[in-house]
């Protein structure tokens, strides 16, 4: 499933299937996605009795691909088997931060850290030499693109998609 479907996945044999159908068959579930409104909750309450159950939930791409209560509500009913996060739907507050000293008033974060079936750890994701260069030559070469008159659509690298 991707909500952007690419002619050249397919042309290498690549085969996509509907959530529904990742849901129902599915013994993990990795969310690898940007965070969009046809995203966002992907793993909601109304999902819940869908997936296969046991599943595990991964998600170390954004926090809001994830509705925190059905996750929880779903780890509480075997639903979910397990999730491995290093994302959460509100980690503005408390993700980048020392909290050593501090006690956590967030309850959904709080129910998330004492649960045992529950990895999560800090996200990583761009703390690499490699992800760092491509960070850096990404946004240069945006700039570069913006100062030639690419705005907009124009921009190679939009996120303005114009409705069909």
Known sequence: YDVF????????????????EIFEKSDVIFL?????PQTK????MDVLGKLK???LI?????????????LISGLQTGAIGGAGIDVFENEAD?????????NI??????????????????HQAFFTKEAIDKIVGTTLDNLCEWKA?????EHPNTCIFPSK
């Not at 170390?60 to 059905?70: E, I, Q």
């Not at 408390?94 to 501090?102: E, G, L, P, T, V």
């Open 58 to 70: 991964v998600n170390t791409a954004r926090g809001g691909l994830v509705d925190t209560k059905a």
């Open 41 to 44: 909750h992907t793993i909601n």
């Open 5 to 20: 479907e690419s002619d050249a996945v397919k042309e290498l044999g690549g085969v996509y299937v509907s959530k529904e």
């Open 94 to 102: 408390y993700f980048f931060q020392d909290w050593s000293a501090k």
């Open 149 to 153: 008159g690419k705005k907009g659509t």
């Open 32 to 36: 690898m996605m940007p965070l969009l």
């Open 53 to 55: 159950r046991g599943v």
């Open 105 to 122: 008033t967030d309850p959904e974060l709080t129910a998330l850290l004492g649960n045992n079936k529950v990895v999560l750890t800090a």
